[in-house]
T-cell receptor, first 118, second 105 residues
């Protein structure tokens, strides 16, 4: 199946710093990428949807200036948590949906990034 | 938006037992998928099943699109099946709250 690579898998940072998370589709072109946030023992909450070459669409309640999303190419999307604070600590997961017929409707997920802000 | 309800929320099984997980949608959905999240957080796609029945080894899934529900069957469960099972659907996928499964040896 298709592979989505997400890095880093774990990051610890000081309060006030910014953290960038990368999401790459390795063997297919991703027309749409999704960024989710998951709190312990809870479901995945969609933060934003991004399409290649256009601005991300953020869900209600998600601060676009706080969580910067860039979908620069058909294989790469990045999420930058700016001026991180302890309440931003969470598990962030990206997923990608493909361009070709075979992968168009299926979501493939990265392994997730566990962010801890001290 | 679409509401997704999953049941049961928690499930504890003895190894070898069978189980059925259910997913109800408030409206018609496309792109219906079942996922397994392992204890390390990795989400694995189990089935893309907007309608009909599919089988993959000990797992199978059935979606009745006209009645807006989907079922995931796990047969002869193993300890490695433990984790959280999610269903999701819609053009912008909405996830249910998941079923947490623990399989004891």
């Amino acid at each position: 199946g298709a592979v989505v690579s997400q890095h880093p898998s774990w990051v610890i940072c000081k309060s006030g710093t910014s953290v960038k998370i990368e999401c790459r589709s390795l063997d297919f072109q991703a027309t749409t990428m999704f960024w989710y946030r998951q709190f312990p023992k809870q479901s995945l909450m969609l933060m934003a949807t991004s399409n290649e070459g256009s601005k991300a669409t953020y869900e209600q309640g998600v601060e676009k200036d706080k969580f910067l999303i860039n979908h620069a190419s058909l294989t790469l999307s990045t999420l930058t948590v700016t001026s991180a604070h302890p309440e931003d600590s969470s598990f962030y997961i990206c997923s990608a949906r493909g361009k070709t017929t075979g992968s168009r409707n299926i979501q493939y997920f990265g392994a997730g990034t566990r962010l801890s802000v001290l | 938006g679409i509401q997704v309800e999953q049941s049961p929320p928690d499930l504890i099984l003895q190894e070898g037992a069978n189980s059925t997980l259910r997913c109800n949608f408030s409206d018609s959905v496309n792109n219906l998928q079942w996922f397994h999240q392992n204890p390390w957080g990795q989400l694995i796609n189990l089935f893309y099943i907007p309608s009909g029945t599919k089988q993959n080894g000990r797992l199978s899934a059935t979606t009745v699109a006209t009645e807006r529900y989907s079922l995931l069957y796990i047969s002869s469960s193993q300890t490695t099946d433990s984790g959280v099972y999610f269903c999701a659907g819609g053009d912008i996928p909405t996830f249910g709250r998941g079923t947490s499964l623990i399989v004891h040896p």
